[in-house]
């Protein structure tokens, strides 16, 4: 597919029309013969009139970029070649609806379509200087929601550690990022010892990638994104069930998330300094492999008793947070973007992500920019009776909590261990559990990895 912007009217294959607020106001004897209400997600193409209708109940932001992902669906199953439609509302909610929308994943289907691409013209009113830059910005945004899809979708086997890295060298690469990829070695000598337990039972080794946007301009703020990037969590010993293990692929969604938002940033062209640091390891199984009961030394000298090693993404974190503190000074933000917790999901659904931190007023913030965005997320608060859960008899911490209940917000209280004093109000850890991956396509996500955190990090950041 292929977007383009006009303010003529173009002759296309296809005319796309929203029938709004189920008002049917054109074509109204053959719409209604055809049974066709104008309700969410509903389409029907009249080719002899060489229109497609698309309902549009609603009409905010949300409600047409899912309209705008049903029509291209909808002319995805055909071979029209192109389609135009009229933009009188929001330009950014026609972009990621067709962007979004149009997304599929073939990588491995043997047999290759050989389509020809469609080319969209959105009309409208006039093409000025910011009407362009929204054009290119949502574009760009939207790439790097289906970079991260594409990373999150590719097979464990074929998407470990290493590759997650050589893909963090491309993005700094093609934006002008600086890269840092530490190895092993460099997690051994420098105390990470609870990131380092998690992946010794891998065949791929362990890399820290951390890449560093630097603005042309005096840099304002400090902002560190951090993401869980478990190519893959069997659990470890304590190993996941056959049923549950099916999708952890997918647990490598918050650093996909990262890298989706360094990949963006320069475009975004933002007076600020952001670093993207991502913990990628395989949670795997051996002889090799660290147990329940061992004791795990992170990176600020916390000792944590292991409880639970499917409880893995903590430790990785604990030291990621650990590892950007103390590599980065004067920090204004630190968001934290991981597949925690199954609980975030029974929780508040697999549509939502869980927003948490000591700072209630960030929290809120991120909620309302994560909203704002196209992104559903809400608020769970900590509380010292959930913290006490946490405690252990022989180490400072457990990793896992004394209770089955709340396991989202003590996965999150887990991670203030690791937050300096001085950080305790900056930080915010993202639960992204639920909308992470899509078992069955909702909204304009297609089935597989949605991008989840990368638009709520980007308006965030846009208005810091
Ligand atoms: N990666 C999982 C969390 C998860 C579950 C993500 C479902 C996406 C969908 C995480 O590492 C995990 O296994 N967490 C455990 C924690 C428990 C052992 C305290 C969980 O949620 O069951
Ligand atoms: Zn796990
Ligand atoms: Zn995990």
């Known amino acids: 597919m292929n977007l383009n912007l006009t303010t003529k009217k173009i002759q296309t294959d296809i005319e796309i029309l929203f029938v709004k607020n189920k008002k049917i106001k054109t074509d109204k004897e053959i719409l209604e013969l055809l049974d066709f209400k104008g309700e969410e997600e509903e389409s029907i193409l009249l080719p002899e009139l060489k229109k497609l209708y698309v309902g549009l109940p609603q009409s905010d932001d949300e409600s047409i970029k899912i309209a705008v992902a049903t029509a291209i669906k909808k002319l995805k199953s055909t071979n029209y070649k192109s389609a135009s439609i009229k933009c009188k509302e929001s330009l950014s909610a026609f972009i990621e609806g067709f962007e979004l929308g149009n997304y599929s994943f073939k990588k491995y289907k ?58 963090a060298i491309k993005i700094a690469t093609n934006n002008e990022l600086e890269c840092k990829i530490l190895d092993e070695d460099y997690l051994e000598e420098n105390g990470m010892g609870a990131m380092l337990a998690v992946g010794r039972a891998s065949r791929h080794k362990s890399k820290l990638i951390h890449l560093t946007y630097k603005p042309k301009k005096k840099s304002k703020k400090k902002i560190v994104l951090i993401g869980k990037g478990l190519t893959y969590d069997s659990g470890g010993l304590s190993l996941k069930p056959s049923d549950f293990m099916v999708s952890m692929k997918s647990d490598k969604s918050g650093g996909c998330a990262v890298l989706g938002v360094m990949n963006t940033i320069a475009a975004l062209n933002l007076p600020f300094e952001v670093h993207g640091i991502v913990g990628a390891v395989e949670n795997m199984i051996g002889g090799n492999a660290y ?26 974190l604990a030291d990621c947070l650990c ?18 917790t199954g609980a975030c999901v029974v929780g508040v659904g697999e549509y939502t ?42 180490a400072d911490v457990c990793n896992i909590s004394s209770t089955r209940y709340g396991g989202a917000i003590t996965a999150g209280m887990f991670l203030d261990n690791f937050i300096k004093e001085e950080n305790k109000q900056k930080w915010v850890h993202i639960d992204i559990a639920g909308p992470a991956f899509v078992d069955k396509a909702w909204g304009y996500n297609s089935a597989g990895g949605s991008g989840a955190g990368i638009r709520m990090a980007v308006n965030f950041l846009e208005n810091l």
């Open 110 to 167: 043997s047999k290759k379509e050989e389509k020809e691409e469609i080319n969209i013209y959105i009309e409208v009113s006039e093409i000025t200087k910011e009407v362009q830059n929204e054009f290119e910005k949502f574009v760009s945004v939207c790439t790097s929601v289906n970079m991260a899809r594409d990373f999150v979708n590719t097979a464990p086997d074929d998407f470990y550690p290493s590759v997650m890295a050589q893909e």
């Open 353 to 394: 992500s869980g927003i948490m931190g000591n700072n209630i007023e960030l929290n809120d913030t991120v909620v309302k920019y994560a909203n704002e965005a196209g992104e559903l997320a809400t608020k769970l608060d900590f509380n010292r009776y959930l913290k006490k859960t946490l405690k252990s008899e022989v």
């Open 291 to 316: 147990k329940p009961d061992d004791v795990l030394v992170a990176r600020n000298g916390t000792t944590i008793e292991v409880k639970n090693t499917d409880a893995e993404g903590r430790l990785v």
């Open 323 to 340: 590892y950007a503190q103390d590599e980065i000074e004067d920090i204004d933000y630190i968001l934290d973007f991981a597949t925690l």
